[in-house]
């Protein structure tokens, strides 16, 4: 098996659980040394053919795996041999982590510049100008809505986002200054 | 020390020197102090410091028939369990859309204020 460092990190068996699903998971998460057919992977990981191909086509879609076709000159049958891509995974991740730096900044200013109020009964927040419409009564149930805190919120994004910039070496000034 | 903090401190030689090897994603020794227009001492002392604080790897290697060394930039160990919230992946994992007011993302982020 290859990229054994790899999938020790728990956060890298769940990011290809949350790609190719758990019946493509035995796939994903026993790459083979060099290239193998779907036949092959099939056979010794004891799986249907098709979940073998959906899983394989799920990394290919993801920049893990390729392939390469091949002719049988007797039957004409196309033989697909894959390869595994698992040297990208890091590459793809850090770009994970500058999207969810992106949406927590969002999110940050959205949660700071407004306030919320909240029908406990129910579970549901509504935006300051939504409850002033109805009249901070929850339009499901009739209860009063109650003003509520979201300084938790916002710390607890504030300092994952600090983490995020320090770690992926994001020059907030800079960024502050283009915003 | 996080690998931001060390890139911080370099001088700016090596932090030149650093760059050229990731832009070009590898490269000689031989090429790398003239790109970078050094002497080859220098060129080499600037090397050696990058691989010490393991920045950059390098590799012996044959090149237009002399000894030198191949120099690429260091995997950057990034930690990803900064995608996580308690036992929850960033829910923008495998999607083309990043839609910061989602559902998904708003259990993402009870998870980070409560379970962490």
Redesign the interface.
Known sequence: MAFEDLLE?P??Q??LH??VGPKGMPVAAAPPDGEVTDEELAEELGLELNDVRRALFILYE?DLASYRRLRDEDSGWLTYLWTFKYENI?EK??E??H??L???E??ES?ERDNEFYLCERCGIRFEFDEAMEFGFQCPECGDQVESMENT??V???DE?IA??R????VDHEREDAEA | M???AI?EELSDDERAGLELIRESGGIHQSDFWKELDVSSRKGSRIVDSLADKELIQREETIYEGHNTYHLTPA??D????????GDQ??P???DEE????SDA?SQW??S???N?
């Open positions: 990190d956060v890298i769940k990011y949350e790609l993801n890091p991740l850090e994970e982590m999207r969810l992106d949406a927590l969002d999110r959205y938790r919120l710390d607890a994004m994952r983490t995020l320090d770690e992926l070496n | 996080s690998m931001a890139e995997p950057r990034l930690d990803f369990s900064l995608l996580m919230a992946l960033s923008f994992i495998g990043v839609d910061a007011r993302f982020v009870m980070l204020a409560y962490e």
